[in-house]
């Protein structure tokens, strides 16, 4: 199967500081990637689609200006939080699929709690 | 919008066999997928239904109405690992890769 990695998996940071979360496809070429976010036994919630190259499309009730993302290379997208709050405290999670596949399977990075104090 | 609902808790035994609905209500359908969470992990793909009737993996089977917008996670012989958290997911009809997921299930197996 195909390798999502991400990182950092623990940040910790102070209200009003930026935070920057990578999300790496290991052994395949990715053009869309797809960024979660999940609340303590909750679903996961759909934030945006990362588009290489293009601006990504956000979910509706998701702020753009707040989670920033960046696809600049097939294999390599970015969210990162600004100015965060604890309201932003949460389990980020990226995800991709292996292009031209029909097997109906996400592959998921390992996820990025984040904490803002 | 996507809308996909299941039961938030079910309870068996080791050894039992499993049935964990999803309902869906989406604007367009191509298929629903299954996954597994266990606390603190990433999701891990469990089984894919784009077409109706039963697709068995190993203990693990899923079945899909697509009339009926329904579809099932059946586990058999439970084992204390499955104890986790199980969410169906509907994929978009505009973007084939993009996925919605349901409220999720949380199994507690029992020995």
């Known amino acids: 199967g195909a390798v999502v990695s991400q990182h950092p998996s623990w940040v910790i940071c102070k209200s009003g500081t930026s935070v920057k979360i990578e999300c790496r496809s290991l052994d395949f070429q990715a053009t869309t990637m797809f960024w979660y976010r999940q609340f303590p036994k909750q679903s996961l919630m759909l934030m945006a689609t990362s588009n290489e190259g293009s601006k990504a499309t956000y979910e509706q009730g998701v702020e753009k200006d707040k989670f920033l993302i960046n696809h600049a290379s097939l294999t390599l997208s970015t969210l990162t939080v600004t100015s965060a709050h604890p309201e932003d405290s949460s389990f980020y999670i990226c995800?991709?699929?292996?292009?031209?596949?029909?097997?109906?399977?996400?592959?998921f990075g390992e996820g990025s709690r984040l904490t803002v104090l | 919008g996507q809308s996909l609902e299941q039961p938030s808790e079910v309870t068996a035994v080791e050894g039992a066999i499993v049935q964990i609905n999803c309902t869906y209500q989406?604007?367009?359908?191509?298929?629903l997928s299954w996954y597994q969470q266990h606390d603190g992990g990433a999701p891990t793909f469990l089984s894919y239904n784009a077409l109706d009737g039963l697709e068995e993996t190993g203990r693990f089977s899923s079945f899909l109405s697509r009339s009926d917008s329904y579809g099932y996670l059946l586990l058999q012989e439970l084992q204390m690992k499955d104890s986790a958290s199980y969410f169906c997911?509907?994929?978009?009809?505009?973007?084939?890769?993009?996925?919605?997921f349901g409220s999720g299930t949380k199994l507690n197996v029992k020995p």
């Open positions: 989406t604007s367009g359908f191509y298929g």
């Open positions: 997911a509907v994929r978009d009809w505009g973007n084939f890769n993009k996925f919605y």
């Open positions: 995800s991709a699929s292996l292009a031209g596949g029909d097997t109906g399977e996400l592959f």
